[in-house]
């Protein structure tokens, strides 16, 4: 019920204010003719009252000049052609000026009403919003304070010990400090990668720059990137050689597969089977990338996308941005990605994109 | 062999002393610069035998430092961005640099990046046989051989492993490959380069989904590697 009102208010707020007197004018003129029509049948008292649910209806979605004006032009009309003597502004009987009064104070009052409901409906809204934002910066503090201080933590901590005790440390203590630096760094620059990523999306100055894909080429290229981690996962790629070249960005969607290599690889346990598929359905890029882990509760699955939204079994190491830059990205090249589990056990995102395409990989070369 | 002179551009002092330790430790000397001015005035007294400029130099943008350099400059330019942008990099490497690192880099990334950039400026151009791994480039007869049997490449391919075998190490943009190969009217058609350098890796790869000679840099373009 609040869901479709403010769905309403947001529909009727867009309308522009030009229209909106358009409008007014419009809907008064209709009634009027349309009582011309009927006016004997019903009787010019009778007018009052559509005239009246007009202004009722019309204050649902205008703003309140709009709503004067109705006002006064239905006041204006109604008293000129309806009210005898017929086609003058004067009144002819005292209950028809009390009448005309009264009826022009009840669509003033009607006006000003909506108008101030509309007002706190709106500051409701802003409170939301500001309250939503509130809580997304929380969020996005807690999450932050803790990725980038940990590693910050471990990186000043074993460089305090490699200054301070330098020669009193064992080699191997010294070995492992700055085996920590550097894990600390890796870590540190991942997270600022994806922080990256999440403000190039929203700053909005982010353009996307498509050039020819030979969509193997990318896959083997981003899996290329984590040859040293995939001793414990067995990886299958399933492209044919004869899928045609893709217009799109290839730095882009390189991120978007290894951040969901990644997200299989980091999620699921050692052995686990991850394929990668490629194809060219109904003239789009189709791309699954899917695991045989345990997959995703079902409350989960709607969320995964979400800014900061982490699954809760989850290992520590992670912002939950990864699979929103995914997101981002995909649906900057136009695209969707979807998140289903499998039958009999893991999940599988889906990509879809709609882009140009061409087959002149199949010609023959020379 | 005679130390090479580096010569690093970076306005920022904790890269500086980085660098500098890196390169010092493994023999090179180091020269140092902190703004545009003082770089330039730097190569105008002393040419190194390789630069390493930072593209957001405070006093002057670095393509403009880089355009300047190239007016007389001829030894390797590698250059230093912070962020990973594609566009930026294509366009510099267009300006004539060698080569480009994003920051963070690894140190092994670097010595590997300079060392073959210098390797490239004295290399003899007119050598006829270039023997990369299990492959052999022959020039003179215009054929290659892999694992001694050799392999036949249709005249575009040739061209193409000619000129990535040429550039050894070195990053070539596909603008740079398609006008070379194809001529300036194919520019943009990346097209053409997709499907050659698919068919390349698949004559002279030992598995063609995991080269280990035609490197491919995201967005930017291809790199030989030996």
């Known amino acids: ?366 | 062999m005679n130390k090479s002179t580096v010569l690093v551009i970076d306005d920022e002092a904790q890269i500086r002393k980085l660098l500098t330790i890196t390169l010092e430790a493994q023999e090179f000397y180091v020269h140092e610069a902190t703004t545009a001015k003082e770089g330039l005035a730097a190569v105008a007294n002393h040419p190194p035998d390789l630069i390493l400029l930072d593209i957001g130099l405070p006093d002057q943008n670095g393509h403009d430092v880089l355009k300047h350099l190239r007016e007389w400059y001829t030894n390797p330019v590698i250059i230093l961005s912070v962020q990973s942008n594609e566009e930026d990099i294509v366009r510099a490497l267009d300006n004539g640099a060698s080569d480009y690192l994003v920051k963070p880099f690894r140190t092994g990334e670097l010595m590997a990046r300079i060392r073959s950039a210098l390797r490239k400026s004295t290399v003899d151009e007119n050598h006829a046989l270039l023997t990369f791994g299990d492959l052999v480039l022959d020039f003179s007869s215009r054929t290659i051989k892999k694992n001694n049997e050799k392999i036949k490449l249709t005249a575009t391919e040739y061209t193409l492993l000619a000129l990535l075998a040429k550039n050894e190490s070195k990053v070539l943009t596909h603008h740079y490959l398609l006008t070379q190969v194809w001529g300036p009217t194919y520019r943009e058609e990346s097209q053409y380069l997709r499907v050659f350098i698919a068919q390349l890796r698949k004559k002279i790869e030992a598995d063609p989904n995991r080269p280990v000679h035609i490197i491919t840099e995201s967005g930017v373009g291809y790199r030989f590697i030996a």
Not at chain 1, 6 to 13: Q, S
Not at chain 1, 15 to 39: E, K, N, T, W
Not at chain 1, 231 to 258: C, G, I, R, W
Not at chain 1, 353 to 366: A, D, G, Q, V, W
């Open chain 1, 1 to 366: 019920m609040i869901h479709s009102k403010t769905a309403m208010n947001r529909l009727f707020k867009e309308v522009p204010i030009r229209q909106q007197y358009f409008i007014s004018l419009g809907a008064v003129l209709c009634v009027i003719l349309l009582s011309l029509l009927i006016h004997e049948v019903v009787g010019y008292r009778a007018i009052a009252f559509f005239l009246l649910v007009t202004i009722s209806l019309l204050s649902l979605f205008l703003d309140i000049l709009p709503l004067v004006l109705a006002a006064v032009l239905s006041a204006l009309l109604w008293n000129f052609i309806f009210i005898p003597p017929r086609f003058t502004f004067s009144i002819g009987t005292a209950e028809d000026q009390v009448l005309l009064l009264m009826y022009f104070i009840i669509v003033l009052i009607h006006a000003v009403l909506t108008a101030k409901i509309r007002q706190a409906q709106q500051e409701v809204r802003k409170r939301e919003e500001r309250s939503r934002d509130i809580k997304f910066y929380n969020t996005l503090l807690n999450s932050l304070s803790h990725e980038l201080r940990t590693p910050i933590t471990t990186i000043m901590g074993a460089t305090d010990n490699l200054l301070a005790l330098g020669n009193n440390l064992s080699e191997t203590n010294k070995y492992e400090l700055l085996n920590e630096i550097n894990i600390a760094s890796i870590r540190l620059n991942r997270q600022v990668e994806n922080l990256l990523g999440v403000s190039r999306l929203e700053s909005g100055a982010f353009k996307i720059r498509k050039d020819w894909v030979d969509v193997r080429e990318l896959i083997y290229t981003t899996l290329g990137q984590f040859e040293p981690m995939f001793s414990n996962h067995s990886v299958t790629v399933s492209a044919s050689e004869s899928l045609p070249f893709f217009k799109l960005d290839f730095a882009l969607m390189e991120q978007v597969l290894f951040n969901l290599i990644n997200n299989a690889i980091q999620h699921t346990s050692e052995g686990t089977s991850i394929l990668i598929t490629a194809d060219c359905v109904d003239e789009k890029l189709m791309i699954a990338i899917s695991d045989t882990g345990k997959g995703f509760s079902e409350k989960e699955i709607d969320r995964v996308f979400d800014k900061f939204y982490r699954a809760h079994a989850s290992r520590p190491g992670g912002t939950g941005l990864g699979l929103s830059i995914v997101r981002g990205f995909i649906e900057a090249h136009g695209g969707t990605i979807t998140l289903r589990n499998l039958p009999l056990s893991g999940a599988e995102f889906t990509i879809i994109l709609p882009t140009e395409l061409t087959y002149l990989n199949n010609l023959k070369h020379e």
